[in-house]
């Protein structure tokens, strides 16, 4: 057995570049930038009025004056209207481009109008109030938003804002998903007394959609020859398999031995963790992945987020996440020597502080209990008692 640094270092080292798309910019949520988006004019691209009023020249202010002659009305997208002398004043909407013969905007809420005359209602009035100045956001060739970052709303509305119709994003890893078991029936089929119907492969499904990632999937009986031939075509057609079962020792366990007849190279098998202690990592041909979760869903489940995800985000050029840490909301003793990942939810108290509190279930069995629970504490291998108050790392897997 190998640690869960060592099999986190391993799987790292087994980094790829699969490449760069274009997509069309509204498609592109979720995606990673393989480019800077950069302004094609400054930002704004004009003075801009930033609420409702007047425009006035603030020598007017200077020289005493407090009523207005209104000259023209402009909204939002019209030609900037002058000015010719400093009593007069341009009513004026929020978004419209400022004319150069005008440095000021006095809101409706300080003004009287009446009879085409603007009077003012203050005396406080400052020199460029009320005008967002043009390049004051960024100057065009400015970077907008950096490659190597996730594709946001906020993104979206920069790429639409400097005319960023299509995209860079780096590509997926193709990813297909493999169940096994002749245990496992589909989820419309009435299972017998023995039987239970097949989850974790939609679980990982589920997980990779939340990152806009669509793997396909696969279901494997339990047949030596049908799991080989099943195998080597998923490794010459994917860039990565996941697994969820079959890799233990039972009898009918095929898959350990169809990936050695097919010289997939164990990187290793079996991590010192609970649970997910048979977990096995390997690569085939210097090209296809494999990740081989246990069966039990808990385990599929803190496999998945605690390593194929880490994986990913490497794989696609993200910054490394920084790590989130939990108080314990009370002890804990677990005595096997195993870094144990345990089920917690989280809450935050009224002092601010992450507290997480323990949902332990009944083992790595009971999907039922990751309904109930936000995230995974990881408690070290070297100790077997965890007091309540105590800081450990959690890996997140639900918003809080």
Not at 49 to 66: H, L, P
Not at 224 to 229: A, G, L, V, Y
Request: proline share 5%; glycine share 6%; hydrophobic share 40%.
């Amino acid at each position: 057995m190998i640690t869960v640094e060592e099999a986190e270092r391993i799987i790292l080292a087994q980094l790829k570049d699969y490449g760069t798309e274009t997509v069309p910019f509204e498609l592109a949520l979720g995606r990673v930038l393989a480019e800077d988006i950069k302004a094609d004019r400054d930002l704004p691209p004009y003075n801009r009025v930033t609420m409702d009023g007047i425009a006035i020249a603030y020598k007017a202010i200077e020289q005493g004056i407090s009523t207005f002659k209104i000259k023209a009305t402009q909204a939002a997208g019209e030609q900037p209207a002058d000015i010719d002398n400093a009593n007069e004043c341009v009513e004026i909407m929020t978004g419209a481009a400022l004319s150069a013969s005008v440095d000021a905007i006095v809101r409706y809420e300080d003004l009287e109008i009446e009879n085409g005359t603007a009077r003012l209602l203050i005396t406080d009035i400052k020199k460029g109030q009320n005008i967002h100045l043009k390049g004051k956001d960024k100057k065009q060739g400015d970077v907008v938003a950096a490659a190597n970052q996730c594709v946001t709303p906020a993104i979206i509305s920069l790429a639409a804002s400097v005319g960023k119709a299509h995209l860079l994003v780096k590509k997926w890893p193709k990813v297909m998903i493999i169940s096994s078991g002749d245990e496992l029936v589909d989820v419309t089929d009435t299972p017998s007394d023995y039987q239970i119907r097949k989850s974790n492969n939609y679980t990982i499904k589920a997980v990779l959609k939340q990152y806009g990632l669509d793997a396909d999937m696969l279901h494997i009986p339990d047949d030596p020859e049908i799991t080989k031939h099943q195998l080597q075509n998923c490794l010459q057609s994917y860039d990565v398999i996941l697994l969820s079962g079959g890799i233990s020792m039972g009898k009918f366990d095929y898959i350990p031995q169809a990936l050695e007849d097919l010289r997939v190279k164990k990187l290793f098998h079996k991590v010192q963790q609970r649970p997910g202690k048979p977990f096995w990592f390997g690569r085939y041909d210097n090209s296809a992945l494999v990740f081989a979760f246990p069966g039990n869903p808990v385990a599929t489940f803190m496999c998945l987020h605690r390593y194929f995800l880490l994986w990913l985000d490497a794989v696609l050029g993200l910054p490394a996440k920084a790590p989130v840490y939990a108080q314990l909301a009370r002890d804990i003793i677990f005595t096997p020597p195993l870094k144990y990942f345990l089920q917690v939810k989280l809450n935050f108290t009224q002092q601010g502080i992450l507290s997480a509190q323990p949902i332990e279930g009944n083992g790595s069995g009971d999907f039922a209990n990751l309904a109930d629970t936000d995230a995974f504490m990881e408690l070290p291998l070297e100790r077997n008692e965890f007091k309540a108050g105590e800081v450990f790392k959690v890996h997140v897997f639900k918003s809080v």
